[in-house]
């Protein structure tokens, strides 16, 4: 909003200058200082009206177009408007491709049960159910997690944590993930240190580094690297692996966007990992970089401030 108000004090000074100029060539400067500021706390007022109907859910599309700070402020209304019904559609998308599937396997087990037949062949969809109920409980759960980071405070608490340890457990439950079927390497520096919130920065690793393994195919080469670099501490996840187009690369941190829909669905993804990684970045002053080239592999990588390391042994931690 700081355009905003920049444009709003342009136009009130350009508007003062006016009042001014014309007050002086008619030799009535008070009476056009004071109509001056008359109609521009008049006209300002209106918007306000205007806006508190369109908020209060009023007819708005007659309205006349605000000018200066208000037009900013419909202009996002607008936007927040159209992302939540995007986030609304989006997520009713996705939970409905589990439900339709529980639903359709629970209408013939209910079926066959009222017929009196066995059911002990329907052990395999059960399993799947089983995996269907999992993804919407982690659709639902990085929704809760998107949600909170977006209503708390801008800036993430300044805890101590240990990074090289929270980095060699996520890469060994990313181990297992795998099966062993991915070569995963460490570059970490040991005693390379954040302040930041413990829970957010596991998402932010375990998402970029579970990521890599769900979207390379066996054998793949992953590269987990926390070193410093700049003006403070670098944590990359590198793979050689089937690369991203360039063209979806803006869109990555998009909710619910996928590069392949049915193969990112079928690895697991929610297609909320991303935007967490992003919204618990900028908690941490801290931003995501994407590099990567189809059939050359991609490198995410978070850069943190410096005022957010330090270098310490970590039994001092």
């Not at 599937?101 to 799947?128: F, M, N, T």
């Not at 375990?206 to 992953?222: E, M, Q, W």
Request: with cysteine; charged share 20%; net charge neutral.
């Amino acid at each position: 909003m700081t355009g905003a108000w920049r444009k709003e004090a342009a136009l009130a000074l350009g508007w003062l200058a006016a009042a001014v100029i014309a007050g002086l060539l008619l030799g009535r400067l008070f009476e056009a200082l004071f109509l001056a500021v008359l109609v521009y706390f008049a006209w300002h007022l209106a918007n306000a009206v205007l806006l508190y109907r369109r908020l209060h859910g009023a007819a708005f599309a007659q309205a006349p177009h605000a000018w200066g700070l208000w037009g900013d402020i419909q202009r996002e209304l607008t936007r927040l408007e159209q992302t939540r019904r995007d986030f609304v559609s989006n997520a009713s998308h996705e939970l409905r491709t589990p439900l339709t599937v529980l639903r359709g396997y629970l209408d013939l087990i209910h079926e066959d049960a009222l017929a009196g037949k066995d059911l002990r062949s329907w052990q395999e969809p059960l399993g799947d159910m089983r995996l269907q109920t999992v993804r919407m409980e982690d659709i639902v759960n990085d929704m809760l997690t998107l949600a909170r980071l977006e209503s708390e405070s801008a800036r993430a608490e300044w805890e101590v944590v240990d990074v090289p340890a929270l980095l060699e457990r996520i890469a060994r439950q990313a181990d297992s993930l795998s099966g062993g079927s991915h070569h995963i390497r460490l570059d970490i520096t040991p005693r390379l240190f954040l302040r930041g919130q413990p829970n957010e920065l596991q998402s932010i690793f375990s998402n970029l580094i579970i990521n890599a393994v769900r979207h390379t195919p066996p054998g793949s080469k992953i590269t987990v690297s926390w070193v410093p670099g700049g003006d403070g501490a670098r944590f990359a996840v590198s793979d050689n692996g089937p690369g991203i187009p360039a063209s979806d690369i803006p869109r990555l941190t998009e909710r619910f966007y996928r590069v392949d829909v049915g193969r990112s669905r079928a690895s697991g993804g929610t297609g909320l990992g991303l935007a967490i990684v992003k919204h618990a970045l900028d908690r941490h002053e801290s931003r995501l970089e994407i590099e990567s080239a189809v059939g050359a592999g991609t490198t995410f990588s978070c850069l943190f401030p410096s005022r957010r390391t330090l270098l310490q042994d970590r039994q001092g931690a």
